[in-house]
């Protein structure tokens, strides 16, 4: 069991320069910051005479603020149940306009009655404080029961907590958790949720989450280098030099070089909820030797493996040739000289390599080698190979040696490079993901490793990425906006946790979904000409999309499109690297 689960976080109220990037009406819920707490004001009692289905309907508001035990929502209890009520540590998210309406078959006791709770899914939040999209309409019945004063309350009310969207995103503050890919030095973002309020108890929060280890989703995707010993040995606090204290133990025999790391998974982590300086301790000494105090600015840029370099600004593929993105010429090489007749391509996200499908007598061909020189035809081939996607580039000598494709639509392979120097090919195992669509036609790995994008039967579905020592598994896989986002095209990671796909729709072509799948924003539509047929995004780049006119640009949700500087009319297809 982790160490977690015997912890008490509690912060003292921090300085106001503390909270200065802290939004005004956030927080968390996992796990609370109990112990030296003020006293909590006294909640007030429910609007006199309130009906039953008045009753169901503000114990649904009230229930959005979990502090101090749901006192808000207890209130709406009958005695026993205000006493045994011990809702699960997750809760179910629903559209804001939701029903109350009496069940059809009522009690033959006047004094008693049935609600039932009817509403449409956005998702849930698990016991692990991570969103999970959800679709459909759900039911819940309700059981009140009138007291001896007249007034309705709730009885047994069910463990399951139901709160609207909107309710969500005021009590609710989405932090990144980070922990780093399993086998290299790259920070990764898990997106969790804790309760807003107190703001004071924001970092502790936070350092219970990433005590607690990767969500349900990244389990097994992700290292945790502060491991399953660590604990906090007091509270978390802010005090009067505007420095949060964070006391760690159970540490102190990791390496220098995994403490460095550990020092870099929780300043990162705090950076959304504080802007102070953080002190990190390991059993009463400097976590990090000749080292106590830390800010956002003092960790290396981890996440620079996992994002192409400035210097390398894309490629884009028209006419059977592979072109730059930033002067519109042919690359060097026969991929540019129209040597082969490119269908589509991938570069690597260093750089150095490059992969085609190649179209020759009505089927489709993988090549692949090194960029600018010949490329190898390896034994992959297929009526549909989807664009290729790479894995970032281990670290040391050798380079990126694995990239991904759909073989026909069904069938997820990585082609590796042998210790021989030539191609070979290996299924993934995405049975778990197959159950969700028949037909992958677009995948994606993120820039880290550890999840993967894929179109599926026109849904966008992200799923994580587990290795293990002679095979990779597809896990947890996850439909994003199935409501809205249909007849997906296409698909690329703007930044480690976000997204941006294209669809047929005249009216949502372009949007960003983070990925969780919590939101949905649309792009602007000006200048665009649908049907869009390809997008491509990278961290700290315009997004470039691609319709029959040529190539559009937009950095922001909001910003009108704007000709790309090398726009090629009719089929060209944009991508950065990875």
């Known amino acids: ?189 898990d997106l969790r949720y804790v309760v807003q309020k107190p703001q004071s108890g924001l970092p502790g929060r936070v350092i219970d989450l990433l005590l607690a280890g990767p969500s349900d989703f990244l389990d097994g995707a992700v290292n945790n280098p502060l491991g399953e010993q660590a604990a906090i040995e007091q509270n978390v606090a802010g005090g009067p030099d505007g420095v949060v204290t964070v006391p760690l133990t159970g540490v102190g025999e990791q390496s220098e070089e995994q403490k460095l790391l550990i020092a870099a998974q929780v300043v990162r982590s705090l950076q959304s909820v504080t802007s102070s300086r953080i002190r990190l301790l390991s059993d009463g000494v400097s976590l990090v030797p ?18 192409p370099g400035s210097d390398l600004h894309g490629l884009m593929v028209s006419g059977g040739r592979v072109r730059s993105l930033s002067d519109g010429a042919p690359i060097p090489g026969p991929a ?37 020189h010949e490329l190898a035809r390896t034994e992959l081939s297929g009526d549909r190979l989807s664009r290729p996607t790479w894995r970032p580039a281990l670290p040391g000598p050798g380079g990126g040696g694995e990239l991904w494709t759909v073989v026909d639509g069904s069938q997820v392979v990585r082609v590796l490079r042998t210790a021989q120097g030539t191609w070979a090919s290996q299924v993934v195992n995405a049975d778990t993901v197959r159950s969700l669509g028949a037909d992958i036609s677009a995948i994606r790995l993120s820039r880290d490793g550890t999840r993967v994008a894929m179109v599926m039967a026109g849904n966008l579905v992200v799923a994580s990425v587990v290795r293990t020592a002679d095979s990779v598994i597809l896990r947890s896989p996850r439909m994003l906006q199935a409501e809205r986002l249909r007849n997906v095209k296409d698909v690329d990671w703007a930044s480690q946790d976000s997204l941006v796909a294209i669809t047929d729709s005249a009216s949502l072509p372009v949007v960003r979904v983070p990925v969780d799948g919590l939101r949905l924003d649309q792009f602007n539509l000006s200048n665009l000409t649908p049907p869009l047929h390809a997008i491509t995004a990278a961290p700290s780049r315009p997004v470039v999309v691609a319709d029959v006119e040529g190539l559009w640009t937009a950095s922001e949700v909001g910003e009108v499109w704007s000709p790309h500087d090398h726009s090629i009319p009719g089929d060209a297809i944009p991508f950065y690297p990875g």
Do not use: H
């Open 336 to 372: 540019g000289a129209r040597a082969y007749d490119v269908v589509t391509a991938a570069q690597s996200l260093d750089g150095r390599q490059l992969a085609v499908v190649e179209r020759e007598n009505g089927r489709l061909w993988l090549r692949v080698g090194e960029f600018g």
């Open 290 to 307: 000749g080292r106590e105090e830390w800010r956002a600015s003092d960790i290396p840029s981890y996440e620079t493996a996992a994002s």
């Open 1 to 189: 069991m982790r160490a977690i689960g015997a912890l008490l976080a509690c912060l003292t109220v921090l300085g106001a320069s503390a909270c200065a990037t802290v939004p005004e009406e956030s927080q968390a819920r996992v796990i609370s910051s109990g112990g030296m707490a003020p006293p909590a004001p006294p909640v007030p009692e429910p609007e006199k005479d309130l009906d039953a289905l008045g009753v169901v309907r503000e114990f649904v508001e009230a229930s959005a603020q979990p502090n101090n035990d749901n006192a808000r929502a207890r209130v709406f209890l009958d005695p026993p149940s205000k006493a045994t009520w011990r809702p699960d540590r997750g809760l179910t998210v629903m559209e804001e306009k939701f029903d109350t309406v009496y069940a059809p078959q009522q009690p033959a006791d006047e004094n008693r009655r049935i609600v039932l709770l009817r509403g449409t899914n956005v998702g849930k939040l698990g016991p692990d404080s991570a969103f999970i999209p959800l679709s459909g309409g759900f039911e819940q019945p309700v059981q009140l029961a009138r007291q001896p004063d007249g007034q309705w309350r709730i009885v047994s009310p069910a463990n399951n907590v139901v709160i609207t969207e909107p309710d969500f995103t005021r009590n609710y503050f989405r932090v990144p958790v980070y922990f780093f890919a399993s086998d290299r030095n790259a920070l990764v973002p």
